[in-house]
Nanobody, 125 residues
Framework: QVQVVESGGGLVQAGESLRLTCTAS????????MGWFRQAPGKEREGVSH????????RYADSVKGRFTISRDNAKNRVYLQMNSLKPEDAAMYYC??????????????????WGQGTQVTVSS
């Protein structure tokens, strides 16, 4: 069966960095687009970033542009989210998700087929 597992979350101070890793198994990884989403307490889940199957096209929420970088290693079935200059408002549960190539908006949650359980990111001010 398909498994999507996130790791790398933790507690950091504002201004510091974290790298999240998502490892997928049970699927042909390079057939899938990958996305990162996050959900803070009391808020709706929102799209953070997205990467096409070959890594050529990446997309970001306006709130993280210039600070976060998404990348993938198809040989390792992994996608990464490098998060720099973290802010308290970045604190959330971060989820990784996979979808078949789609013409839908990159942050349309319903278009993603597989989701991980999430990894917690906490940013202290």
């Amino acid at each position: 069966q398909v498994q999507v597992v996130e790791s790398g979350g933790g507690l950091v101070q504002a201004g510091e960095s974290l790298r999240l890793t998502c490892t997928a198994s049970g699927l042909t990884f390079d057939d899938y687009e990958m996305g990162w989403f996050r959900q803070a307490p009391g808020k709706e889940r929102e799209g953070v970033s997205h990467i096409t199957w070959n890594g050529v096209i990446t997309r970001y929420a306006d709130s993280v542009k210039g600070r976060f970088t998404i990348s993938r290693d198809n040989a390792k079935n992994r996608v990464y989210l490098q998060m720099n200059s973290l802010k308290p408002e970045d604190a959330a549960m971060y989820y990784c998700a996979a979808r078949s190539p789609s013409g839908s908006s990159w942050n349309a949650e319903g278009t993603y087929n597989y989701w991980g359980q999430g990894t917690q990111v906490t940013v202290s001010s």
